[in-house]
């Protein structure tokens, strides 16, 4: 339903995104652009990039990078900003092998892009767990940023919720569902996953510094 989704509103998203129209994104736009050149990643696979604005951040800075997503409304409207930067593959192509990157990288970021309930294969498969494909350079990172669960979540428990973007200043078609997870919740998918917590980055507004706007989290292959 979430792929249906975007491909619905992917022309509604890729404005209110070009138009920055989105407040909370002047700040965890810049906080997931900050840990990747702090980590000095020379290469990036942004895994679920939408309609690809964190490449306008990083081919400047002249850093490598692929970006793949399930929803081919949203790849083509990435590819006409930054032409041969992105590949059209849904999650389970990914876990299944049947899309594979012809190199690997320093980093693999997944930019508010993990909202089903089961993504472990996903992380498996990024990591080289699952498959032969290689797409993570050996010590190298995995960066996740995901809504806070301590303020995002009405109740604090796992479950499905409901984003119907009503509050967005252009109109949506339809509902997105999206699973929420607790801090336990996601320490369980990262084990079973074969990663570590390296660091967790909690995203402030500076005027607003008490309520974190995001949580990134920077993983390691055990």
């Not at 850093?63 to 999650?91: K, M, T």
């Not at 699973?179 to 390296?198: A, C, D, H, P, Q």
Request: hydrophobic share 40%; proline share 7%.
């Amino acid at each position: 339903m979430s792929q249906e989704f975007w491909e619905q509103n992917a022309e509604t998203w890729t404005e209110l995104i070009r138009a920055q129209a989105i407040s909370s994104r002047a700040i965890t736009g810049p906080a997931i652009v900050e840990q990747i050149l702090r980590r000095n990643l020379r290469s990036v696979l942004d895994i679920g990039c939408g309609e690809g604005w964190l490449a306008s951040q990083l081919l400047p800075r002249q850093i490598d990078y692929l970006g793949v997503d399930g929803s081919v409304g949203l790849i083509e409207n990435a590819e006409r900003e930054h032409p041969g930067y992105f590949q059209p593959a849904s999650y389970e192509q990914i876990t299944r092998g049947e899309w594979k990157s012809e190199k690997s990288f320093d980093g693999i970021v997944f930019n508010f892009s993990l909202l089903d309930e089961k993504i472990e294969d996903l992380l498996k498969a990024a990591a080289g767990f699952l498959n032969p494909a290689r797409f993570l350079n050996p010590e190298r990172v995995l960066l996740i940023q995901t809504l806070h669960p301590f303020f995002a979540l009405p109740h604090y428990q796992d479950g499905e919720q409901i984003e119907d973007f009503k509050s967005m200043p252009l109109p949506f078609a339809g509902t997105m569902p999206w699973y929420g997870r607790t801090m336990g919740s996601w320490s369980k998918v990262f084990k079973n996953s074969g990663l570590l917590i390296e660091e967790i980055i909690e995203p402030r507004d500076p005027k607003k510094p008490e309520k974190p706007l995001s949580m990134i989290f920077a993983l390691k292959k055990r």
